[in-house]
């Protein structure tokens, strides 16, 4: 049983592919209260909407909050969404193509904003995280998958099919011989994903005998390829200089398209710190148009919590 | 002498490196009047901005224009420039570093909305052309160089450093040896300009025995080429497959980043027309992550006009 509250707020609801992340905000966007719900992904992933619906109610039973002061609930979502809210199966909760912003609206009887998980991140690092004081800004996610998205005038850019800021799937590798997830050769995300970032040691391992710390590691990690290239490592080195190579280039080609104020670095291979945003920057500045050059590289500060908090400014701005 | 003109007029006006478009337009963007004046840029292109006021002058004083009709003036620049109206360093002008709006507003005493000439041919198009109907847009324009321009929602994304939709000096050939003129290395301006398809031509005549009609040319260009690829000369068309893939690909990394409703191919090497505009398509399609396959491609519609019509616009617009 929570504190009563008699003011403004809103739901912002990060749905991802293990739990869903619910935050409280009040009407200027403040945390008041956070938890998370698992997602159950069964049933075609039919379950997920209703549980969200349940644990709103319970929230708002617990704190006494009447449905006129709900401004809104924001939702990110793990996959392509049009602005009008039409999901493009979101392959990671089963679910196929149809209106979440609609029947979630139908549920709940309250005015629903939606996005693509990326992208609300992105707006919520905009708003209250890294990217505060910029105007525009990409942001790269960099987890298991590469995801990005952009702001411009503190507006979010969703593409034509949902899909603007997807630079993990931009062809980038012209050598590359293996298949991407996405039935792709070459794309970023094959090496510079968390996956990728091993695929790559793992390939650089098997190609040489050069000695190296990380033939002695038990699980080959993104984070163990980091620690051993801070340590000296020479191959470690390589293999995050091929990647930052790449990351660099990829942030030199979203310049040529919408340079940005900044580029903001996210996601858990992003805990690899200063030592890996300063490989990504010297690429970046190498291989991008002169104009572009100074660009701010940052880093994400907000974590697992971007995505609440973009949720709930996707209902602040009424997007 | 014209016509008297008692009206709103607008002013649209493309300053090129050899003349300056001058267009005369009524205050819905339909175009009245044009002509142009050569470009003059000895003594570090001083004189481009006065030799404008003048002519303006002269076409008022024709059509007997009172000021308070004249609702501002719209100006394409070639280079990159701020959203404030900074100019860095036009080389195809002489221009240094100033604020290119607040002078001729001082000169004029009128309204002065300024803009990279790209993204304004692209606002052109998308107002007045080929991209008419589409909600967002990336114009591609491949001529001497290669440049383009961003509109989402109508708006032109100018970018931080002025420098969005510069898609030429995006990187993209990893096995290009030879150096760009904007000093790096693999541009896509390399192989995609027509000065990008002549050397991409001459390098693969110089590099096999292949016979091929391009070995008969008197002048090797991106036309000859074109001409002798839809006439089925194999080496031709190997240049033109070579070509066209990055370009595919150069579209396909501009929809991961903001995946526009439509793609509009414009400049001198898009009179290629179909047969070319398949082939990038067909590159595009296959290097697209899936979401933006169906992206449309279109040729512009409006030639060298685009940039007046874009220049009105921007008053129009209030930009």
């Known amino acids: 049983m929570g504190t009563t509250i008699d003011h403004k707020v809103i739901f912002g609801i990060d749905i991802g592919g293990t739990t869903v992340k619910c935050g409280l905000f009040d009407g200027e966007g403040v945390l008041l209260f956070s938890d998370e719900i698992p997602t159950r992904k069964d049933e075609g992933g039919s379950r997920i909407l209703s549980d969200i619906e349940a644990h709103i109610k319970k929230i708002c039973e617990d704190r006494q909050i009447v449905k006129s002061n709900i401004l809104g609930i924001g939702m990110g979502i793990p996959g392509s969404i049009t602005e009008d809210g039409v999901v493009n199966k979101c392959v990671n909760l089963g679910w196929g193509i149809f209106n979440v912003k609609e029947e979630m609206a139908s549920r709940t009887g309250l005015k629903v904003f939606v996005g693509n998980d990326a992208n609300v991140a992105a707006l919520g690092e905009y708003a209250k995280g890294g990217g505060k004081g ?19 005038d503190g507006k979010p850019i969703f593409g034509a099919h949902g899909a603007a800021g997807e630079i993990g799937h931009i062809p980038m590798v012209e050598s590359e011989k293996e298949t991407c997830n996405c039935g792709k050769r070459g794309c970023l995300e094959q090496v510079a994903s968390a996956t990728g970032i091993v695929r790559v040691a793992s390939r650089f391992l098997n190609d040489s005998d050069e000695p190296s710390e990380l033939r002695n590691v038990q699980y080959l990690s993104a984070k163990a390829v980091f620690d051993e290239a801070k340590a000296g490592d020479g191959l470690a080195l390589k293999v995050v200089d091929y990647v930052t190579e790449y990351l660099g280039r990829g942030l030199a080609v979203s310049a040529g398209v919408i340079d940005p104020e900044c580029f903001l670095i996210g996601g858990g291979v992003s805990k690899a710190g200063d ?14 148009f002169y104009p572009s050059r100074d660009t701010a590289i940052v880093t994400a500060t907000l974590g697992n919590d971007a995505g609440m908090y973009g949720a709930s400014q996707l209902v602040l701005a009424g997007l």
Chains 1, 2 share one sequence.
Do not use: A, D, L
């Open 275 to 288: 030592f890996f945003i300063k490989k990504i920057e010297e690429s970046y500045r190498r291989n991008v």
């Open 134 to 152: 910029y105007k525009s800004m990409m942001m790269v996610t960099i987890g298991t998958g590469v995801g990005g998205g952009v702001i411009i």
